[in-house]
T-cell receptor, first 115, second 114 residues
Framework: GAVVSQHPSWVICKSGTSVKIECRSL??????MFWYRQFPKQSLMLMAT?????????EQGVEKDKFLINHASLTLSTLTVTSAHPEDSSFYIC???????????FGPGTRLTVL | SQQGEEDPQALSIQEGENATMNCSYK?????LQWYRQNSGRGLVHLIL?????REKHSGRLRVTLDTSKKSSSLLITASRAADTASYFC??????????????FGSGTQLTVLP
């Protein structure tokens, strides 16, 4: 149990386009989902925390207008990278958490390459 | 930044040897977790240790926690080539409230040579 999927697993896009990444909890209801960003050979940096039905809380330095997060249901959160630029190229990972539980379950990640 | 530090950054050992990775963090924690990440993949949860625990075992894994030194160690015994991966510690700080956000350490790249 506790499987989290991400789609797509990789995407290549041109500079200036917007890219949507989906994160789904397949067999549990995720009251909270987290979005992370990871550059090569570096650690995961939390971008934002989203609770179902409410606005996401962004970490300092993360532009909310550039990284749009929607958590419309207990099983789906989306991250949209708007007007993507080459510096947005990264590995984006989501995780999902059930209420009252400590553990976060991570998705397999999405590799974004902006040309 | 509250990000913790891990050492070593990279560790290369022979199959069968033990691997020890250390993690230090900055403020009071609720719990500390260890994750594994294969190259270009998502994270796999290995073990969670609460702030009132000092040691925990799971299979070939042994985790210790010293809250007075704000440090933890992960020991992998009898390592295998398949253990090759990056290992991250992650803390849930008390200040993170109900969100229980994870703050990741810098990671250790473990290479187990056959």
């Amino acid at each position: 149990g506790a499987v989290v999927s991400q789609h797509p697993s990789w995407v290549i896009c041109k500079s200036g386009t917007s890219v949507k990444i989906e994160c789904r909890s397949l067999d549990f209801q995720a009251t909270t989902m987290f979005w992370y960003r990871q550059f090569p050979k570096q650690s995961l940096m939390l971008m934002a925390t989203s609770n179902e039905g409410s606005k996401a809380t962004y970490e300092q330095g993360v532009e909310k207008d550039k990284f749009l997060i929607n958590h419309a249901s207990l099983t789906l959160s989306t991250l949209t990278v708007t007007s993507a630029h080459p510096e947005d190229s990264s590995f984006y990972i989501c995780s999902a958490k059930r209420e009252y539980y400590n553990e976060q379950f991570f998705g397999p990640g999405t590799r974004l390459t902006v040309l | 930044s509250q990000q913790g530090e891990e050492d070593p950054q990279a560790l290369s050992i022979q199959e069968g040897e033990n691997a020890t990775m250390n993690c230090s963090y900055k403020t009071s924690i609720n719990n500390l977790q260890w994750y594994r990440q294969n190259s270009g993949r998502g994270l796999v949860h290995l073990i969670l240790i609460r702030s009132n625990e000092r040691e925990k075992h799971s299979g070939r894994l042994r985790v210790t926690l010293d809250t007075s030194k704000k440090s933890s160690s992960l020991l992998i015994t009898a390592s295998r080539a398949a253990d090759t991966a990056s290992y991250f510690c992650a803390t849930v700080y008390i200040s993170s409230g109900s969100a229980r956000q994870l703050t990741f350490g810098s990671g250790t790249q473990l290479t187990v040579l056959p």
